[in-house]
């Protein structure tokens, strides 16, 4: 236990270097592998498109790896430093209840991550996005959803953190009961975000109306009654004031299973080719996707609840940080927990998310007869959407949450 600190650096030095060793294997296989065409998109790719694909993925990761560095610079400096302590204890000085010092503890670091993206962030939509044609932002707009975000993040990080500061009180010893009974509260919480996303996050961020075209609504209408999954909404959300990306997603569970379709993918894409994906999000929802990765995020909150509760139950860890308020004492247990061993344990966590888009797009092929729609969908969206399609398979392991659109081509061919 006296280790504690030890180990938190020792960890986070460990992923430092695994996860920047990556990208630059990441990067260096793309520089290798460009100019070169996978086979199966030879007929597709013509050499502007491949040099384009090139060099918005190679800006991409230099952004990235940018991001990173900076990111995990200022972590080290806050943390390790004599910056946390000090922060902490300002904190604690503050005449306020326990519990408001606690919001604000989290506020501050919450609204400067917030200051410090906020360049990046631009950077990134009017210098990368725009170079590529991809950026629709004004930028009012832009800053308006920066803003919501904020806003949005606040409203649950306080709720959250009332919740566990009320759970914790500010000292108490190890007991099962204390364990059980914070995963039932976190639990029901993750639940409840599950019903509240698609009906009062969402709304927040895009307009939301049924898909207005009658062909296509007829045709999706006979496509979600041949699947018999009950959905309750299918919404169009206007992306394209934001940027030119195409997607689709499935949310909500029970009764609220939304899927929302992106503007950009309705107005861009053939009836065909918005059918096979629609297929590709009812099959996550007939394969009850939503429902495993809400287990697997259940035993997840399982393990970092016992991890908590036994770590916190103890002053020592924290010692070595000069941490002695409970507040600080969660963030340092959140952090070692949400960075370093869900880092871990990510590639196990993104074969399961891999699994699931096979056989999304598997339940596809079988609903609509044939593969070919959503074959032929995936391939427009490398061309639109300018997809890596030289990936380095360690980091498609590691950090994909889908399969790259190859491989899915390839098994909806298979
Ligand atoms: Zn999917």
Known sequence: MEQFKNIFIFLFCLRIVIDFSLKIINFRHLKK???????????????????????????????????????????????FTAVF????????????????????????????????????????????????GFN??????????????????T????????????????????NWTKVIFGWFIAFALMLSFNFIFPVMITPIFYRLKPVTDDSLQGKIAVLVARSGLKIKRILVADESRKSTHANAMFSGIGKYKT???????????????????????IGHGKRK???KINTIAAFGLFCFILF????????????????????????????????????????????????????????????????????????KIIIHEL????IHPWYEKIYYSHPSMIRRIRALNG
Not at 49 to 58: G, V
Not at 363 to 379: D, M, R, V
Not at 387 to 390: A, H, R, S, V
Request: hydrophobic share 55%; charged share 10%; aromatic share 18%.
């Open 155 to 174: 409203v649950i990080m306080g709720l959250v953190v009332l919740l566990v500061l009320w759970f914790l009180g500010t000292s108490f010893s190890f």
């Open 33 to 79: 592998n460009a100019g070169r065409v996978p086979p199966m998109l030879a007929e597709l790719v013509d050499t502007q498109t491949l040099r384009q694909i090139d060099s918005y993925n190679a800006a991409k990761m230099r952004f990235g790896i940018f991001h990173f560095l900076v990111k995990n610079i200022l972590v080290v400096l806050f943390l």
């Open 259 to 281: 899927v929302i379709l992106f503007d950009t993918l309705v107005n861009n894409y053939s009836e065909t080719e918005i059918l096979a994906i629609l297929a590709h999000e």
């Open 308 to 379: 908590a509760v036994y770590l916190l139950s103890n002053s020592i860890p924290f010692a070595a940080f000069g941490i002695n308020l409970m507040y600080g004492k969660f963030y340092l247990t959140y952090l070692f927990f949400s960075e370093l061993v869900a880092f871990f344990v990510q590639p196990i966590v993104m074969q399961f998310l891999q699994k699931f888009e096979y056989e999304a797009d598997a339940f596809s092929k079988q609903l609509l007869h044939q593969g070919e729609p959503l074959a032929s969908a995936l391939k």
């Open 387 to 390: 997809g890596n399609i030289n």
């Open 136 to 153: 629709q932002y004004t930028r009012t707009g832009w800053l308006f959803d920066c803003l919501k975000d904020l806003l949005v993040n």
């Open 85 to 132: 302590p000090v922060y902490t204890s300002w904190i604690g000085q503050i005449p306020l209840p326990y519990y408001l010092q606690g919001f604000l503890f989290f506020f501050i670091i919450q609204g400067a991550v917030w200051l410090i993206e906020l360049p990046m962030a631009y950077y990134f939509h009017f210098g990368i996005e725009a170079r590529f």
């Open 289 to 291: 996707h939503l429902l």
